[in-house]
């Protein structure tokens, strides 16, 4: 029942920061024991697992990406945001906000956006 729908600028430039929001409803971001991620997928290319931030407000990112990725959320707003700085044209991508859960050692994406396209371009 849980939705997520991505939201944020579809152009950026070379260099700036890529700010997108992900808004919850049906269920709450501080429910144990639920992860909130970020995926990608560029052009022709496969999916690309960001990072996320947990239900207790831990984060965990991809090591490509860590020194320019910063994931955080807003409690009050039910909100979650993805910030990637420093983005260049092979950041272009279609940016997917999902519900991660984990069973043993093993994680699952079991709920996702619709996905927003995002272009860095001049």
């Known amino acids: 029942q849980v939705q997520l729908q991505e939201s944020g600028p579809g152009l950026v430039k070379p260099s700036q920061t890529l700010s997108l929001t992900c808004t919850v409803s049906?269920?709450?971001?501080?429910?144990?024991?639920?992860?909130w991620t970020w995926i990608r997928q560029p052009p022709g290319k496969g999916l690309e697992w960001m990072g996320s931030?947990?239900?207790?407000?831990?984060?965990a990112y991809s090591p490509s990406l860590k020194s320019r990725t910063s994931i955080s959320r807003d409690t009050s707003k039910n909100q979650f945001t993805l910030q990637l700085s420093s983005v260049t044209p092979e950041d272009t991508a279609v940016y997917y906000c999902?519900?991660?859960?984990?069973?043993?050692?093993?994680?699952?994406?079991?709920?996702w956006g619709q996905g927003t396209q995002v272009t860095v371009s001049s």
């Open positions: 999902a519900r991660e859960y984990s069973s043993g050692g093993d994680y699952y994406l079991a709920s």
């Open positions: 931030i947990g239900y207790s407000g831990g984060n």
């Open positions: 049906g269920g709450s971001i501080t429910t144990n024991y639920y992860y």
